[in-house]
């Protein structure tokens, strides 16, 4: 009976992929014009119902991380309605051109972005992906099937319904958006065996999810990164700057996966530095974990396991080593990071520019932090996931990445010879 129901809306995904991905602009545009109506006007009842989600998670020890990225507020869904207006002002990538070459015998061939197709969405305990995936998803001509967690199910369950509503009001085809609502694990063994009707899978959630999602799919998977995020303090930095940018790497909202996990900073200003950034952290509730040379200049501080460099913590804890300089840097960084975000504090250029080249990462930064990686804040209105594998998307997934390219060829009665 599970895996019947799975089977059953992803056939209804595909065939509503047809229909969606051959809708005109604005069309499109006045669903999602529809999805934020009903988000406001059914406010009360989608923070109804995440308010049984956050009571039943308490009570089951849920987190502390994952129960405040599972939480809804007015605020929060104020933030919805303005990505999901942003997503709107977007051009749109379906039907557009990216290549033309005219051959010798007269053929022109083009190459042209078109949806990816039915996309599945396996996510945990964020009801705002709800929003986000479907959006992003339907302005792009896609159909999506979503999973989300367990804890988020009132929420979730809430929010199709009012986008079912929405395509309702604009008559689409109900099957555009389905979602898997039972808790039963096996319905993601299910999910990713439906390689008949899903063009590609994408999840978001913990690395453990995710490596049993890349195992075990016989759908092609695009893979969200867990994000053990690095700054490097290379000794011609500003140390005011420098401290700013770690600070709100770290504070700002360390429970996200483009939060700073580890801060690397260079020998010669070590002594200096990091005596005033620890005490900034540790005021902000920061425990500190980090090498023997650490413990030399912050006697106090956790020595850290070898196996933590690789870590993310999603918690108010970061790792900190000393090292000799941008050499060093990039070797750990590229070892033990996991290729997601990644920024140097640097006065200067050269230092910059090679960082930005050698760091192996979906997004790397000069002067800035890494909090910023993300489809609102990259002019990409909301995202889908940020993806940490290098074919097809990498770095936060917005509206092209959710396409993918077809060839177009005119002719004029052209044989081949």
Sequence with gaps: MLEANVIRKARSV?????????????????????IGGRLRSEASSILDANRRDVKKAVQTGLQKVLLERLTLNKKRLEQMIAGLQDVIKLPDPVGIVVEQTK???????EKMRVPLGAIGIIYEARPNVTIDAS????????????????????????????????LEDVHLPAGCVEFID?????????????DKYLDVIIPRGSQKLISFIQENSSVPVIAHGEGNCHIYVDRSANLAKAEEIVLNAKVQRPSVCNAAEKLLVQEDIAATFLPHIVDRLRKAGVEIRGDKKLLTIINDAVLAREIEWYREYLDLIIGVKVVKGLDEAIRHINHFGSHHSDAI????KAN???????????????????????????????????????????????????????FIVHGTGQVRM
Aim: charged share 25%; hydrophobic share 40%.
């Design 14 to 34: 595909k065939e509503a992929s047809g229909i969606i991905g051959n809708c005109s602009s604005a069309k499109k545009n006045a669903l999602l014009k529809a």
């Design 135 to 166: 959006v992003l998803c339907l302005k792009s001509g896609n159909a999506v099937l979503l999973r989300g967690g367990s804890e988020a199910l009132h929420s979730n369950k809430k929010l199709v319904e009012l986008i079912k509503h929405a």
């Design 352 to 406: 910059g520019e090679r960082f930005l080249r050698e760091v192996d990462s979906a997004a790397v930064y000069v002067n800035a932090s890494t909090r910023f990686t993300d489809g609102y804040e990259f002019g990409l209105g909301a995202e889908i996931g940020i993806s940490t594998q290098k074919l097809h998307a990498r770095g936060p997934m917005g509206l092209v990445e959710l396409t993918g390219t077809k």
């Design 345 to 348: 504090v640097t006065g200067s």
């Design 182 to 194: 039972t808790t039963d694990r096996k319905a993601v063994t299910a999910l990713l065996k439906q």
């Design 103 to 109: 051959r010798p015998n007269g053929l022109v061939i």
